[in-house]
């Protein structure tokens, strides 16, 4: 498929998405959300060990789903479109390879919810969050009442929807929805050397912790204590465990090979 809103670019390991529809500040219509959908379904995620999503330009990451597209919708076609993006947002955060969102301007509405479905998100310190779905006469449509209250609790997540109130760098980063802020100048390289220091661990090992975080959110103590146990008991079946493990003994360093 060919893409006229995505651009790919590919450093060793890691590879960058950006988001590319400058006219809209990065909204996202159906088109780029079905390219989305491809390149996340093809995603090699044994060739790269981490993604980096960022938007195109120095203002907007992304500002929301597009309003012009959603303007006329009737309510089966809305309920598509919400389901649409959800989807494209679900297949991010259950991808095999850690995800980093480099926020680097607006994340409103579904720019927010594309952020909080990765795993990692920084930002520049002219990035704004938000949801401001209700001065649309909607609700986040791309899973943010689910996400928004995991992330950053349920008070201030109702708080936020609520008012509509879009959010600066600062507030973000002490409410917990990003985990560092940097200059525009600073963000992708920032985002570069994270994604290196997760590709240098063992990719079966990263895969795994971000399947059990994932999974085990909704289970009890109980059962995530032993799908823990489970997972870990697995990673002793890899060459990179026992690779990484002779490694520090002989006090070397293991270039891991993802077996
Ligand atoms: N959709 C469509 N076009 C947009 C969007 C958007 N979300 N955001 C910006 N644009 C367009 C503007 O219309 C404008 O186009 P034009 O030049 O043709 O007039 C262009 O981008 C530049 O924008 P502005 O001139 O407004 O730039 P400013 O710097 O003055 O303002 C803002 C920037 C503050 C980001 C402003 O553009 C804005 O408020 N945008 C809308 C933000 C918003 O409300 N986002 C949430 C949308 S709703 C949503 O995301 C729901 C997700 C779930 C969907 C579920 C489906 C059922």
């Known amino acids: 498929m060919e893409y006229n809103y995505l651009k790919i670019a590919e450093n060793g390991t890691i590879c960058t998405l950006t988001i590319s529809a400058p006219k809209s500040l990065n909204a996202l219509n159906s088109a780029i959300l079905k390219e989305m959908d491809d390149f996340l379904t093809k995603f090699d995620c044994v060739k790269y060990r981490c993604l980096i999503i960022t938007g195109d330009g120095e203002k907007s990451f992304v500002a929301g789903a597009d309003i012009s597209e ?20 679900r297949k991010i955060e259950t991808l095999h390879v850690p995800v980093i969102a480099a926020v680097n301007g607006f ?17 520049s310190d002219n990035a704004k969050f938000g949801q401001p779905e209700v001065g649309l006469g909607i609700i986040p449509g791309f899973s943010g009442t689910v996400r928004l209250a995991r992330l950053v609790g349920m008070g201030m997540a109702k708080q936020l929807i609520y008012t509509g109130r879009a959010i600066r760098a600062d507030e973000a980063l002490r409410i917990g929805l990003v985990n560092a802020v940097y200059t525009q100048a600073e963000l992708m390289d920032k985002a570069m050397e994270i994604a290196n220091q997760i590709a240098a661990n063992a990719p079966l090992a ?8 994932n999974e085990e959110y909704d289970m009890s103590a109980d059962d995530a204590i032993m799908n823990e146990s489970v997972i870990f008991g697995r990673c002793f079946a890899t060459e990179d465990q026992k690779n990484g493990m002779k490694a520090f003994l002989e006090k070397g360093k293991c270039e891991f090979q993802g077996k």
Do not use: H
């Open 70 to 89: 959603m303007a006329t919708l009737k309510m089966l076609e809305g309920q598509a479109f919400g389901a649409r993006g959800a989807a494209v947002f």
């Open 107 to 123: 994340a409103l509405g579904g720019g927010c919810e594309l952020a909080m479905a990765c795993d990692i998100r920084i930002c």
């Open 206 to 213: 990263v895969k795994a912790a971000k399947m059990c975080i």
